[in-house]
């Protein structure tokens, strides 16, 4: 991102919020589930699986984890009563955590039962560095019980491999992506560089390991390598699957997909699209130009 691209992100609190609504709309579903199912219908029709979310972190009240459950209760009951090809992938901290982890643990646990009725699967997805520990510690505790969990491991971390290591022993399905969350040198890889290679080296040890892994990204180096991985191991493609957002790079999901490989999607919805859309948006190179065109339109 260059220096101005770097100024229009961080001014983006001040882009009118409709301004943002309109850029955003291509990354999530819309807020509510009917929007969520005909997203989901299209994007199955193209020959891709979807991970639904509902856009909520890092709530307040206990209550707001309750409703959450009871949303992706509801979610799950959707896609099988639509018979959509769709998980779910659910925040801890939108389930608690940073209340008590032993009540975000039983959220989780009433979720994955709802779910194994279906069945269906739910992965936790990984937040910032302060909950790692405690992520992992809920998904090892749930796993003693349900085997349609999975996590999410970031090759940003120093920490990973010692992580993926462990999860291997447990032949964990995990989602491996570099990590949005800028975290600070003691504990994270700065370079891009740096990360590109523990993420081959990652990927490299969780596919040995026989683990299923959802390969999360967009960097197309990482996905070429990751075809040269799956070939050397000789991998079927029902051993892995790649994972991209909605909304970004949709040519490349399209080669990878033509390719012979799975790819699933992930397309949040919910009335809490500001926050999420934001954050999306300062991750996007594009972003000056994009905010600059809606602006100078008047739109
Ligand atoms: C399915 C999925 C699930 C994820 N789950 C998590 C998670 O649980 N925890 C976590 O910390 N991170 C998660 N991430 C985010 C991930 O860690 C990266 O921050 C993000 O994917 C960007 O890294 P990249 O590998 O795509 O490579 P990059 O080099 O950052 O991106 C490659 C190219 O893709 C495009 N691009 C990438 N991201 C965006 C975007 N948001 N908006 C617009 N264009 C973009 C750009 O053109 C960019 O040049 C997830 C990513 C995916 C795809």
């Given at each position: 991102?260059?220096?101005?691209?770097?100024l229009?992100s961080?001014?983006?609190?001040?882009?009118?919020k409709?301004i943002?609504?309109?850029i955003?709309s291509?990354?999530?579903?819309?807020?509510?589930?009917?929007?969520?199912?005909t997203?989901?219908?299209?994007?199955?029709?193209?020959?891709?699986?979807?991970?639904?979310?509902?856009?909520g972190e890092?709530?307040?009240q206990r209550?707001?984890?309750e409703?959450?459950?009871?949303?992706?209760?509801e979610?799950?009951?959707?896609i099988?009563?639509?018979?959509?090809?769709s998980?779910i992938?659910?925040?801890?901290?939108?389930?608690?955590l940073?209340?008590d982890?032993?009540?975000?643990?039983d959220n989780?646990?009433?979720?994955?039962?709802?779910?194994?009725g279906y069945?269906?699967?739910?992965?936790i997805?990984m937040?910032?560095a302060?909950c790692?520990?405690?992520?992992l510690?809920?998904?090892?505790?749930v796993?003693?019980e349900f085997?349609n969990?999975?996590?999410?491991?970031q090759?940003r971390?120093?920490r990973?491999?010692?992580?993926?290591?462990?999860?291997?022993?447990v032949?964990?399905n995990?989602?491996l992506?570099k990590?949005?969350?800028?975290e600070?040198?003691?504990?994270a890889?700065?370079?891009a560089?740096?990360i590109?290679s523990?993420?081959t080296k990652l990927?490299?040890e969780?596919?040995?390991?026989?683990?299923y892994?959802?390969i999360?990204?967009?960097?197309e180096?990482?996905?070429?390598g990751?075809f040269?991985?799956?070939d050397?191991?000789g991998?079927e493609?029902s051993a892995?699957?790649?994972?991209?957002?909605?909304?970004?790079l949709?040519e490349?999901?399209?080669?990878?997909?033509?390719?012979?490989?799975?790819v699933?999607?992930?397309v949040?919805f919910?009335p809490s699209w500001?926050?999420?859309s934001?954050?999306r948006?300062?991750?996007?190179?594009?972003?000056?130009?994009?905010?600059m065109k809606?602006m100078?339109s008047?739109?």
């Open positions: 991102m260059n220096v101005f691209d770097r229009i961080t001014s983006l609190p001040l882009v009118p409709p943002v609504r309109r955003a291509s990354y999530i579903a819309g807020e509510t589930l009917d929007d969520l199912i997203a989901v219908r299209e994007l199955n029709g193209e020959g891709f699986m979807v991970a639904t979310s509902i856009l890092f709530v307040r209550e707001e984890s409703q959450a459950v009871r949303d992706y209760q979610v799950l009951a959707a099988d009563r639509n018979g959509l090809d998980n992938h659910i925040k801890l901290t939108h389930f608690g940073k209340l982890k032993d009540f975000s643990r989780v646990r009433a979720l994955l039962e709802t779910a194994s069945p269906n699967f739910v992965r997805d937040e910032d302060s790692t520990t405690d992520t510690d809920v998904y090892y505790q796993r003693e085997e969990v999975g996590v999410v491991i090759a971390l120093h990973s491999l010692d992580d993926v290591r462990a999860l291997a022993k032949r964990a995990v989602r992506c990590g949005i969350y800028i600070p040198h003691d504990i890889c700065t370079d560089e740096e590109r523990n993420y990927l490299e969780l596919l040995g390991a026989g683990c892994v959802g999360a990204t967009h960097d180096r990482l996905v070429r990751a040269q991985i799956i050397r191991l991998l493609p892995y699957e790649f994972q991209m957002l909605h909304g970004v949709p490349l999901r399209r080669v990878i997909l033509n390719e012979g490989h799975r699933r999607v992930g949040p919910g500001y926050a999420y934001v954050r948006l300062r991750k996007n190179p594009m972003i000056a130009r994009y905010v809606a100078l008047g739109s």
